[in-house]
């Protein structure tokens, strides 16, 4: 499930702010259209600010057989161009790997803080990561709500502590009054070469549906090295 949280956290778009509710918003996780997790997502925006949250678990047979988790957290400034993120931190078990990162920012840069990665060798230089963002600022972003006109136009660079990917969303498609962004995530630098040998690039697509004037992301697809993933929201 590593890849699954890292493709979801490689979307964000510097577009207008719409506020985000407090309530949590659930989304269903579907590998070959078996259910195999949930994903809950909660956050705010205001004064200026934003703090987000989310958590995900396998569930059912899935749960029983691979115990897996992740939780994230990020604070930060909400400008007009976009989130700006002030501190992070992320808590991974994969049912066979743990991991931990806290992350405070400064001008823009990240500072690895505490965690496990906290230490180590052999990583890539935070300091060389300046405009970076974070992976909860980042799926924070394109799971709220966010204006028609903003959808389908970004392209942004992730770095979770110890890695950097791309993401480009730039083809767009009206289909029955949803809009589906699609594009790529790509692995950049810092996984191992194992990883980059398997894969480097892998499709995904999010679609956004009308809620009362917003456009709300109701469903994400992507291939990962499991197969394909959907999330559904709830």
Known sequence: ?????????????????????????Q???????????????????????????????????????ARARFTLNAKGRATKTGLMPRTY????????????????????????TGGTLSGKTGLLDPAQEKGTLDPMTVLFAVLRDQPDDALCTFT????????????????RQDKNGDVICSGEYRRVAGFSERELNRQT???????????????????IDLRTTYGKVVMLRR
């Open 1 to 25: 499930m590593r890849i699954l949280a890292v493709c979801l956290w490689g979307l964000m778009s510097a577009t207008p702010l719409i506020a985000a509710q407090d309530t949590p918003t």
């Open 156 to 171: 942004a660079t992730v770095f979770d502590g110890a890695r950097r990917s791309n993401i480009r969303l730039t083809s």
């Open 89 to 112: 931190s992320e808590d991974i078990d994969t049912g066979r790997r743990q991991s931990s990162a806290q992350l405070a920012y400064s001008g823009g840069v990240p500072r690895v």
């Open 201 to 219: 690039a892998f499709p995904l697509r999010v679609t956004y549906r009308d809620a009362r004037g917003v456009m709300q992301a109701i469903r």
């Open 27 to 65: 989304f269903d996780v579907r590998l070959f259209g078996i259910k195999v997790g949930e994903i809950t997502l909660a956050g705010r925006i205001r004064n200026g600010a934003y703090v987000a949250r989310s958590l995900f678990r396998t569930t059912g047979m899935t749960g029983r057989l």
